[in-house]
Structure formats: structure tokens, C-alpha cells
């Protein structure tokens, strides 16, 4: 019998889901402070390797704010890709994990205790996702940020806390309370910083099990936003179109509920999950945080 006629039941065949080109969070450090840029300040890293290079500018970036690098691992191993400090992104959707030994696949967010259980001596790490359309590069269409660890916390509390708060809900006010998704304004993440050029450094950990890392925040936002402020933000009405039909979308439900155990059956949760869980304790933070 041809493998080209033998009967297939479909119910057998891999299905690994929709998927897209992503950037991870890199952590700056202290000691690259000759070198500055990313390296120092912590941002973002976009392997080349995920991205149609058919899709990338003149100057081969995939948009403005980005510039050519290279990350070198501890191993020795290189990966080519592009640094941004900031991202600004029309979120669609996240998703959260928790990661137990450093195996991806871990357990749901909500379910803290048994990933706690298997953990051993150390303690679950979060795993957050967040896609959208990133703002210079929506030619590749969704794309999907991604943090581990305290930055996953910084992310969960001050980004998404700080565009609630001084973006989404004073728009609310202005449309004289009908709220508006996330995806309709974009929201700037990138590291902290003491000054322009200096970075909030932050030692997390405990015992001999320390790092220092850099965490994120709403970038650009000092509180609430007025109407101009608003405006400047806005994703533009054709933009908005296109985003409020992918937020429905079959493949990126499928994405959102992919941690959770969903189906795409269901009609389509919130952009943003609840909160970070109270009275955890530290998380250690890796090396490398992808």
C-alpha cells in the first residue's frame, strides 16, 4: 500500500497550533556598560532566524527602533537577530505558565500549588507571553513577546497595571465609559531607569542563588494620559479594524487558551488574566531568560 493512499484518521495527526515570530526579554547587566545599549539597559532580542527576511526594511530590520546584533550564550553558541529597547505593541492577547525546573510545558497559572509540589527545592518560575502587532513591523503580522521569572511579575503589576490605570481607564472616561480593548492604544515596554542613560538595576534571589536583572515598565507613560496623549497612542482606525478581527481570530484563541487547556470552543477570555499571586515567595532568576 502507497503512503500516498493509505487512509488517514485525523484525529492522529500533530497539531502544534498557530505560530508566530517572537522577541524575548533580555536582562541588562552592570558590566556592559562600555558596550551600552541593550546589553546594558535590558530591552528586547528578535532572532532573525523567526522572521521572513523577505519582510525586513531597507536596512534589513524588521522596523524602526531596532538594531542588528548578535547574542552569545555561555555555551559559546551565537544567535543572530535584532535589539530594541522599547516595543510598542497593540496587545491582543498573554498567556501565563509556571515553569518547574527550567522544562517548559509547566503547569497552568492557576494551578501554583501542584507546580509548587513538583518543584523540588526550587521554587516555579512564571512564563508570560504577549501577542500583538508591533508597531513599524506590522508587516509580519502577530508577533509574541516573551519573559520568565520576576520579569514576568514586572510585567503582569507594571505594565499592565500602569496602561489600565493611566491609559485604558481614562479613555473609558473620555468615551464616557465604554471601555475600549488593550489593542486599542499601544502600549511601550521597556526597562526601567534611574536616568536616561542609567538603568534600574534590581538583585533578585536569595542566598547564593542571586542575579541581577532589569526590569520592565510602562514605558513613556508618567500618569494618566490626556486626550492629546490619547490621540498619540491610538492605533489608527484601519489598524483597529484589523486587530478587532484577529482578537476573534481561530488561530489566535487557539494561542491564548494553548496553556490552559481551552478549546477553541470557547468564546474568546479577556486580553488580561488576573493578577499575580499573593504571598509567593522569590523566584530565582535565570541567565538567560528564554
Not at 527576511?53 to 531597507?58: F, M, R, S, V
Not at 535589539?83 to 501565563?96: D, G, Y
Not at 547564593?208 to 491610538?234: E, F, M, Q
Request: charged share 20%; with cysteine; aromatic share 12%.
Amino acid at each position: 500500500m502507497s503512503w500516498q493512499t493509505v487512509e488517514v484518521d485525523p484525529t492522529q495527526v500533530e497539531s502544534f497550533g498557530p505560530q508566530y515570530p517572537f522577541a524575548y526579554w533580555l536582562n541588562g547587566k552592570p558590566q556592559m556598560k562600555q558596550t551600552g545599549g541593550v546589553l546594558y539597559t535590558g530591552g528586547w532580542f528578535m532572532p532573525v532566524d523567526n522572521l521572513d527576511t523577505g519582510l525586513l526594511n531597507e536596512e534589513g530590520l524588521p522596523g524602526p527602533g531596532w538594531d542588528h546584533g548578535e547574542m552569545v550564550f555561555e555555551s559559546g553558541n551565537d544567535q543572530a537577530g535584532f535589539f530594541a529597547k522599547n516595543i510598542h505593541i497593540a496587545m491582543l492577547v498573554s498567556r501565563r505558565r509556571w515553569i518547574v525546573n527550567g522544562v517548559d510545558g509547566g503547569f497552568a497559572w492557576d494551578d501554583y500549588k501542584g507546580a509548587n509540589a513538583s518543584s523540588g527545592a526550587n521554587s516555579p518560575r512564571g512564563h508570560m507571553q504577549i501577542l500583538g502587532l508591533i508597531k513599524g513591523a506590522e508587516q509580519f503580522g502577530p508577533v509574541f513577546l516573551s519573559a520568565k521569572g520576576m520579569t514576568t511579575k514586572g510585567i503582569t503589576n507594571d505594565v499592565f497595571g500602569a496602561f489600565n490605570q493611566n491609559i485604558i481607564a481614562e479613555a473609558a472616561n473620555l468615551r464616557s465609559g465604554n471601555r475600549p480593548p488593550f489593542f486599542m492604544f499601544w502600549m511601550s515596554i521597556g526597562p526601567r531607569m534611574k536616568t536616561k542613560d542609567t538603568p534600574d538595576f534590581t538583585v533578585v534571589g536569595s542566598g547564593a542563588r542571586t542575579s541581577t536583572i532589569t526590569l520592565p515598565c510602562l514605558a513613556g507613560v508618567d500618569g494618566k494620559a490626556d486626550a492629546d496623549a490619547l490621540n498619540k497612542r491610538y492605533v489608527g482606525g484601519e489598524l483597529y479594524a484589523r486587530l478587532a478581527e484577529l482578537r476573534n481570530s481561530a488561530d489566535v484563541v487557539t494561542w491564548e487558551k494553548a496553556w490552559d487547556g481551552s478549546t477553541t470552543e470557547t468564546e474568546p477570555g479577556p486580553s488580561v488574566s488576573p493578577g499575580w499571586p499573593e504571598d509567593l515567595p522569590p523566584l530565582d532568576e535565570d541567565e538567560m531568560p528564554f
